[in-house]
């Protein structure tokens, strides 16, 4: 049943983007990070709930019973991510993009064809930086409304909040989530071009606040 509030997302097509990735370091091993996807999977979720028509691609993490309704395409590597991200945005139409994928920042400068072998004493990995896929989203579609993921481990609100805005600047974005770990405890702001909103101290509080968001600032 569509609600008087729900009808803003009706038949939108959202494309969330969530989990970790992987860069190869030889043919069988991988540089990755421990993000497990929860925050996506349950935004898709939750916007899906509210009319929405969502894709999802999402990582190498569980996904545990997510609505067949929704649209998922899954991804291992960095480069999987990017070109699957990129064929979407160039072959489909969609109204908002949630890039909260837990991108690799880092990628060795060497990447092995064969596994190495184990028995070296010392092995050196020269990493050098990947491309910011965000940043090539509004290129590609300058209409879109954009929502990017900044964390940043034990930052203070003020920390989050100025590179949050940064983000916001450099990859164009109409919104972002600045979010932390504190020890251990989860913290999270929605942040726009001139206001904030939070603390929101666990990741439901989060996802109902941004997507009442959505709902009042997408359209």
Same mark, same amino acid.
């Given at each position: 049943?569509?609600?008087? &509030?729900?009808?803003?997302?009706?038949? @939108?097509?959202?494309?969330?983007?969530?989990?970790?990735?992987?860069?190869?370091?030889?043919?069988?091993?991988? $540089?990755?990070?421990?993000?497990?996807?929860?925050?996506? $999977?349950?935004?898709?979720?939750?916007?899906?709930?509210?009319?929405?028509?969502?894709?999802? !691609?999402? /990582?190498?993490?569980?996904?545990?019973?997510?609505?067949?309704?929704?649209?998922?395409? =899954?991804? *291992?590597?960095? #480069?999987?991510?990017?070109?699957?991200?990129?064929?979407?945005?160039?072959?489909?139409?969609?109204?908002?993009?949630?890039?909260?994928?837990?991108?690799?920042?880092?990628?060795?400068?060497?990447?092995?064809?064969?596994?190495?072998?184990? /028995?070296?004493?010392? !092995?050196?990995?020269?990493?050098?930086?990947?491309?910011?896929?965000?940043?090539?989203?509004? @290129?590609?579609? @300058?209409?879109?409304?954009? %929502?990017?993921?900044?964390?940043?481990? #034990?930052?203070?609100?003020?920390?989050?909040?100025?590179?949050?805005?940064?983000?916001?600047?450099?990859?164009? !974005?109409?919104?972002?989530?600045?979010?932390?770990?504190?020890?251990? =405890?989860?913290?999270?702001?929605?942040?726009?071009?001139? &206001? %904030?909103? /939070?603390?929101?101290?666990? *990741?439901?509080?989060?996802?109902? &606040?941004?997507? @009442?968001?959505?709902? %009042?600032?997408?359209?």
């Amino acid at each position: 049943m569509v609600t008087k &509030n729900t009808r803003y997302l009706k038949n @939108k097509r959202v494309l969330i983007t969530a989990g970790s990735t992987w860069v190869p370091i030889d043919s069988v091993r991988v $540089i990755s990070n421990i993000a497990t996807g929860e925050t996506g $999977i349950l935004l898709a979720e939750k916007l899906q709930k509210l009319g929405a028509r969502v894709t999802l !691609l999402l /990582g190498p993490v569980a996904a545990c019973c997510l609505n067949k309704k929704i649209t998922v395409v =899954r991804f *291992k590597f960095f #480069g999987e991510l990017k070109n699957s991200l990129i064929r979407e945005l160039k072959t489909k139409r969609y109204d908002i993009i949630i890039h909260s994928a837990a991108v690799a920042d880092y990628k060795p400068n060497k990447i092995y064809a064969h596994k190495i072998n184990s /028995g070296r004493k010392n !092995l050196t990995l020269n990493l050098v930086p990947t491309e910011k896929i965000i940043d090539a989203i509004k @290129k590609i579609n @300058k209409s879109i409304f954009l %929502v990017g993921f900044k964390f940043e481990l #034990g930052a203070s609100r003020k920390t989050l909040i100025k590179r949050a805005k940064s983000l916001i600047k450099r990859a164009k !974005l109409d919104l972002a989530v600045a979010n932390t770990l504190i020890n251990n =405890r989860y913290r999270a702001y929605i942040i726009g071009k001139n &206001n %904030v909103r /939070g603390p929101f101290l666990n *990741k439901r509080n989060l996802i109902d &606040n941004l997507s @009442k968001k959505l709902l %009042v600032t997408s359209y």
